[in-house]
T-cell receptor, first 110, second 114 residues
Framework: QKEVEQNSGPLSVPEGAIASLNCTYS??????FFWYRQYSGKSPELIMS????GDKEDGRFTAQLNKASQYVSLLIRDSQPSDSATYLC??????????FGSGTQLTVLP | DAMVIQNPRYQVTQFGKPVTLSCSQT?????MYWYQQKSSQAPKLLFH???????NEADTPDNFQSRRPNTSFCFLDIRSPGLGDAAMYLC?????????????FGPGTRLTVL
């Protein structure tokens, strides 16, 4: 089992819709979880960090964490074409290393 | 603005010809990381420095070396690049002790091996 698994996509949503990205992880050690956005040919950009169970909102983005279910998600409300990118879920392991999921490619259709 | 800078942005080398990639940061972060990212794959950690302490991932080939002469700079040396080493190389930094380990990436260096 991979340490971090994402719904592989690709995912297409119409402009203005909610995009839902999901991620599960395999261990109970992880305490810190992140969502990165990566445009084609660019480096990953940190968009959300979450450490506690529940929801964390930042603008149009909401991250949800459920440690008991080992599940973290990212909701993007009012999706825009500029949100079209690959979204990487990541968690910090016991040795400070960041382990990434394989990414979900999101396309927002105008 | 505080940032992570990588040079060069694009590097072309020949098979077997050593290459050095550089990373500098103005964030004053004490941890620096090097990742390799191949097309359509997630970034893969090669090694990281926690202050001056070097931490190598178990599956990082010996062909890859790193140096960190001071807090601000870190270098990635590829001693004998092979065709399989063509990738985006990403430098990232974080500050330990905050409990978050948020990592911030530089723009990357795209390495082509001919």
């Amino acid at each position: 089992q991979k340490e971090v698994e994402q719904n592989s996509g690709p995912l297409s949503v119409p402009e203005g819709a909610i995009a839902s990205l999901n991620c599960t992880y395999s261990d109970r050690v992880s305490q810190s979880f992140f969502w990165y956005r990566q445009y084609s040919g660019k480096s990953p950009e940190l968009i959300m960090s979450i450490y506690s169970n529940g929801d964390k909102e930042d603008g149009r983005f909401t991250a949800q964490l459920n440690k008991a279910s080992q599940y973290v998600s990212l909701l993007i409300r009012d999706s825009q074409p500029s949100d079209s990118a690959t979204y990487l879920c990541a968690r910090v392991g016991s040795a400070r290393q960041l382990t990434f999921g394989s990414g979900t490619q999101l396309t927002v259709l105008p | 603005d505080a940032m992570v800078i990588q040079n060069p942005r694009y590097q072309v080398t020949q098979f077997g010809k050593p290459v050095t990639l550089s990373c500098s940061q103005t964030l004053n972060h004490n941890v620096m990381y090097w990742y390799q990212q191949k097309s359509s794959q997630a970034p893969k950690l090669l090694f990281h420095y926690y202050d001056k302490d070097f931490n190598n991932e178990a599956d990082t080939p010996d062909n890859f070396q790193s140096r960190r002469p001071n807090t601000s700079f870190c270098f990635l040396d590829i001693r004998s690049p092979g065709l399989g080493d063509a990738a985006m190389y990403l430098c990232a930094t974080s500050r330990s002790g905050t409990g978050s380990n948020e990592q911030f990436f530089g723009p990357g260096t795209r390495l082509t091996v001919l």
